[in-house]
């Protein structure tokens, strides 16, 4: 008998082990837009790559000073059904304003609002989910409420099987000693906009292996377990005067070299021969463009750098889905990455 129960007893850690190491990392992309509607393009790269997650952003929290009160804006609006294919996680990405003007004995009422709208928009649109994300770079100003906001919307999802995660940036892995380490089921470390964003730096404030070397080496002794999201998306710093104005989202140095109102002066710089408007944005005369762009042999030199500090995830998720943006790389490129964590 005794042999017996030893022989059942290495069969089922056999079989653990077994079916632990089999257990791949999960395929998944960010979807970034205020309306869902998929192109043929977007659903065949979910097909072709096997993407099994869909990391979803339902709302952003932002203050607003009129009625001093925190709001939910540019809430998701559904055109089409979500794939049934796909596990849908709702993100919510918080302003640090709508934090930093709210008092403590307030974030009780905005964590049950949070939840409610969440719950609201995942229901009316067929969506059951299993975690929900926060996105949000907190500082020192907002940290206290910000992790006592965590806190109160884990509460009801443990009690609803649910879990709870939240985006980390590579500062505060290296300095969470500082930072504080939010209570949270997991973290999703953003590997990117980790530069500052400058009209005269020369690096990439987007992603450069030399601002991420300075903080990966503290990834190894982050007490949260981690999933990844590497960065496919450009866009173009608004210089005037020397000085930023704003950032230009999904506009990469195509959109400039073909426009006759710019002129070129390298690959990633132009300036505004005259006043215009253009994809919605005012540029006056002389106003420049500095264009930062992550090419698919950067977006592999990230996960790879990556990959030597942290060897095992969850899930690898890619920033973000958008047709434009996704057809400047090849699926081999993507397939690539993933298979980094397989």
């Not at 869909?54 to 929290?61: N, S």
């Not at 590579?170 to 999703?188: E, S």
């Not at 195509?254 to 919605?280: I, L």
Request: net charge positive; glycine share 4%; hydrophobic share 40%.
């Amino acid at each position: 008998m005794k042999k017996y129960g030893l022989q059942i007893c290495v069969a089922l850690i056999l079989i653990l082990l077994v079916g632990s190491c089999s257990r791949d990392t999960q395929r998944s992309f960010y979807y970034w837009k205020s309306v869902y509607q998929l192109s043929s393009s977007e659903k065949q790269y979910i097909s072709d790559l096997h993407i099994s997650k869909l990391y979803l952003r339902f709302f952003d929290l932002d203050w607003k000073a009129s009625i001093s009160e925190a709001v939910p804006i540019a809430k998701i609006r559904f055109a089409e059904k979500v794939l049934p294919e796909l596990e849908i996680i709702p993100v919510v990405y918080i302003v640090n304003k709508a934090l930093l003007n709210k008092t403590p004995d307030a974030i009780t009422a905005l964590a049950a609002k949070i939840l409610k709208l969440t719950e609201d928009i995942a229901r009316n649109n067929g969506i059951a989910f299993h975690e929900l994300q926060i996105d949000c770079d907190w500082t020192d100003k907002t940290r206290d409420k910000y992790f006592e906001l965590l806190k109160l919307i884990k509460a009801p999802l443990i009690k609803q099987g649910k879990i709870l995660s939240a985006t980390i940036r590579l500062h505060q892995i290296k300095y969470r000693n500082f930072t504080g380490i939010p209570d949270v089921d997991r973290g999703m470390l953003m590997y990117y906009n980790m530069g500052k964003i400058s009209a005269n730096s020369e690096e990439n404030s987007i992603y450069n292996p030399k601002d991420a070397a300075k903080y990966i080496a503290s990834l190894p002794n982050y007490p949260l377990p981690l999933d990844v999201a590497l960065p496919a998306f450009s866009w173009g710093i608004h210089i005037r005067q020397g000085k930023v104005i704003e950032l230009l989202n999904n506009m990469n140095s195509s959109d400039f070299e073909h426009n006759p109102n710019f002129k070129k002066h390298n690959s990633s710089v132009f300036s505004v021969k005259h006043s215009v408007f253009f994809r919605g944005y005012y540029f006056k005369e002389n106003d420049q463009v500095k264009v930062e762009e992550i090419s698919p042999s950067n977006l592999i030199l990230a996960a790879e750098q990556l990959k030597s500090k942290l060897n095992a995830v969850g899930t690898v998720a890619i920033f973000h889905l958008d047709s434009l943006i996704i057809s400047t790389y090849e699926k081999q490129n993507f397939e690539k990455i993933f298979n980094y964590y397989h």
